[in-house]
């Protein structure tokens, strides 16, 4: 990047040819001429007025009928310019830097313009080539509105640089040569962009944790699913889950009050069970004298362990052998096929 200046212009000095006759008036007349330094050139007047290139010989100077003269600025010249540009659909706004070497050509053609500055020619050109460029490659882009000005400053971007290190027709009398160029979003866009861009973010934090809430959600259901498959056997036997609560807390209190408990569930079981087969019994689903004497052994060991307590956990299968020893006579009515067993 060279260091840029806000213009320049191109005509350094002018003055007047000290007119005379003879020979003497015309070595004043060339000596009025005064030497151009370097990166200069001297442009001369003539009697009708025109511009004419001050590269002649001595001979035709010290001859001509040079009225005037003008010192030009032909040396190279760094400006930076700064200029907007709105997408033709308007959906973003940009701001333009560019830097380029300006360099006078032509001399007398730069005196015949009487141009003081050269800014405005430049500035125009470069307005006039980035808009025409920029407006002819933009094409229909779908997607979101952040992704659209992601692409399309990109895509701008790359167009602009083509233009680097290319000379560029402002007129006949001055060169242009781009050195850079670049683009951005100006204020207005930059501020909106810069709200989509954390809006975007917000929506993949609030994302990303729905997904974390979700993943520590599956990992506690799996957890608590595992403890069920592992517990479902264990809790549904009374045996078992006294022993668990024994084993957590094996001291003679917790055993005894874990034994107890134990006992209640036991006979509260067993009550249930009586109770169910009493009302089959009652509404006669049970009909066959088998099931009758069955049911009748069930139901007398089970009451029997209701009714002793502590001690029944060992009786049950006792209690059935005795139950079957007993006589059938006295635990059931005669065996009589022709008696209606129905009510």
């Known amino acids: 990047m060279f260091p840029a200046e806000n213009d320049y212009n191109p005509i350094v000095r002018e003055g ?9 008036a015309r070595r004043r007349a060339r000596q009025s001429v005064p030497d151009a330094s370097h990166g200069e050139e001297v442009v001369l007047i003539g009697a009708d007025g025109a511009a004419v290139s001050g590269r002649g010989t001595a001979g035709e100077r010290y001859w001509g009928s040079a009225r005037g003269w003008v010192i030009v600025d032909v040396s190279d010249h760094h400006l930076s310019f700064h200029f907007s540009y709105r997408d033709p659909d308007g959906a973003a706004s940009y701001e333009i830097a560019a830097l380029a ?14 141009a003081r500055g050269v ?3 430049v500035e125009s050109a470069l307005r006039s080539t980035a808009t025409r460029s920029l407006s002819s490659s933009l094409r229909g882009d779908g997607g979101d509105t952040l992704s659209k000005l992601n692409a399309r400053l990109g895509s701008h ?3 602009l640089r083509r233009f680097v290190g290319t000379g560029l027709s402002v007129a006949d009398w001055l060169l242009v040569t781009i050195t850079d160029l670049s ?11 810069d709200q989509l861009v954390a809006a975007d973010r917000a929506a993949e934090v609030s994302n990303r944790t729905l997904i974390n809430r979700k993943q520590t959600t599956m990992h506690e259901i799996e957890l608590r699913q595992t403890w069920a498959d592992y517990l479902g056997g264990q809790m549904s036997d009374p045996l078992r889950r006294a022993v668990a609560a024994a ?37 006669n689903v049970i009909v066959e004298i088998e099931d009758i004497r069955n049911t009748k052994v ?3 060991g089970l009451q029997k362990g209701i009714t002793e307590g502590d001690s029944s956990r060992s009786q049950p299968s006792m209690m059935i052998e005795d139950a079957e020893i007993v006589d059938d006579h006295n635990a059931l009515p005669p065996d009589d096929s022709d008696h209606d067993w129905s009510n």
């Open 16 to 24: 007047q040819v000290e007119l005379g006759s003879g020979i003497l």
């Open 157 to 159: 971007a790359e167009l």
């Open 183 to 193: 683009i951005q979003f100006d204020g207005s866009t930059s501020a909106h962009y």
């Open 298 to 300: 069930i139901i007398d």
């Open 119 to 121: 800014r405005a020619y």
């Open 101 to 114: 070497t300006v360099t006078v050509s032509d001399a007398a053609a730069t005196v015949r313009r009487r």
């Open 247 to 283: 084993a957590a807390d094996p001291t003679p209190d917790n055993i005894r009050e874990v034994s107890n408990k134990l006992d209640e569930d036991d006979r509260w079981q067993r009550g249930q069970f009586v109770e169910t087969l009493n009302r089959l019994i009652d509404r």
